[in-house]
């Protein structure tokens, strides 16, 4: 059974950092796609960044390019590095993997695994 455990959400003040894990377990040799999504309250949940199983190809929301870097280490574990964050990225922020090769930004459409989500809360 495949499962997505987030860890290294928290508290941090406007223009700081957060490093954010996703580690899987489970059979993931049909995975294509990890990706980090987010949702604020009130809001739908939104694309953050993605990244190939591989690690070759990466792609990012407009809203953090520049400033939040998607990445993997050994081969189950990915992470979301964030920096100069603002209190517009508060919200929890969801690891998924999608078995599609062709997965992009659609939460419902392309993804099909999640974890329980990770609070951020940037303060002013």
């Known amino acids: 059974q495949v499962q997505l455990v987030e860890s290294g959400g928290g508290v941090v003040q406007a223009g700081g950092s957060l490093r954010l894990s996703c580690a899987a377990s489970?059979?993931?040799?049909?995975?294509?796609?990890m990706a980090w999504f987010r949702q604020a309250p009130g809001e739908e949940r939104e694309f953050v960044a993605a990244i190939s199983w591989s690690g070759g190809t990466t792609f990012y929301a407009d809203s953090v390019k520049d400033r939040f870097t998607i990445s993997r280490d050994n081969d189950k574990t990915r992470y979301l590095e964030m920096n100069n964050l603002k209190p517009e990225d508060t919200a929890v922020y969801y690891c998924?993997?999608?078995?599609?090769?062709?997965?992009?930004?659609?939460?419902?459409?392309?993804?099909?695994?999640w974890g329980q989500g990770t609070q951020v809360t940037v303060s002013l």
């Open positions: 998924a993997a999608s078995d599609s090769y062709f997965a992009g930004k659609d939460p419902l459409r392309d993804y099909n695994y």
């Open positions: 489970g059979p993931t040799f049909n995975f294509y796609y």
